[in-house]
């Protein structure tokens, strides 16, 4: 992939910029939400699955300097965009997660996040462009996602998936038996509407009760309209690269 075919996108408010595609797969606002709601301390190890280009474990490496990244990316040129955008503080894996190597199975991580495609397409139309399908398509099932996940978690550690409101029934139900201390923070694009998208998060060997959060509005506002702003915690995470702390009022009132 040539430059020229490449554009350089700033994220967290220009604290890191990343290198991606012109046409096909382009990060949008998932993946650093997702990373926002990872509450890792320098020194920690993590993992993402299916890192794409880099934006969310690259956006989390930047909003908390002293992390171990390591990302799996099964495509060839997105695996390479990763390695540029990470340089030497991002461990790059091109593999497939459903055939991980020997010795990424051997190794523990105190994170692990993913953000996987979205669309079942026994219920979805395919898209002509074959970066986007393989990103927006689910070709691995959600269930293995998790069950990948799971397994490379070191005793305490935490999974974090961002996903479609109406598929939080399957992850949950697809968490291995020592996985506890679920949470989930549901994502609503206003004030008084549904949930469209949550993030998940549970623990190796927890043993809290499960928690729903009150939601995360994305936007001001009633309806959609011309300038359309973000609410003040959202505007926070994208723009001053701030975390998302489920604990905390997150709709910006």
Request: with cysteine.
């Amino acid at each position: 992939m040539t430059d020229e075919g490449l554009t350089r996108d700033a994220f967290l408010g220009g604290l890191l910029h990343l290198w991606q595609p012109r046409r096909g797969y382009r990060a949008g606002v998932d993946p650093v939400l997702l990373q926002a709601s990872v509450p890792a301390r320098a020194g920690d190890r993590v993992l993402e699955l299916g890192c794409g280009a880099g934006a969310a474990i690259l956006c989390l490496g930047a909003r908390v300097p002293g992390l171990s990244l390591t990302g799996v990316e099964r495509d060839p040129d997105y695996a390479a965009l990763a390695r540029r955008n990470g340089g030497d503080g991002l461990a790059v894996v091109e593999a497939d997660i459903a055939a991980l190597p020997v010795d990424l199975r051997q190794r523990q991580f105190d994170h692990v996040l993913a953000n996987p495609p979205y669309w079942r397409r026994d219920a979805s139309v395919a898209t002509d462009d074959p970066a986007k399908e393989a990103a927006f398509a689910e070709q691995t099932p959600l269930a293995l996602w998790i069950e990948t996940a799971a397994r490379r978690l070191a005793p305490r550690g935490l999974l974090h998936f961002i996903h479609r409101a109406e598929r939080l029934p399957d992850m949950i139900r697809a968490l291995p038996h020592d996985m506890g201390s679920i949470e989930v923070l549901p994502i609503a694009a206003r004030t008084g509407r549904g949930a469209d998208r949550v993030i998940l998060r549970a623990r190796k060997s927890g043993r809290g009760d499960f928690r729903l959060h009150p939601p995360l509005i994305m936007h001001e506002g009633d309806s959609h309209r011309d300038g359309d702003q973000f609410t003040p915690a959202v505007r926070a995470v994208l723009r001053r690269g701030a975390s998302l702390d489920f604990e905390a009022p997150l709709s910006g009132c």
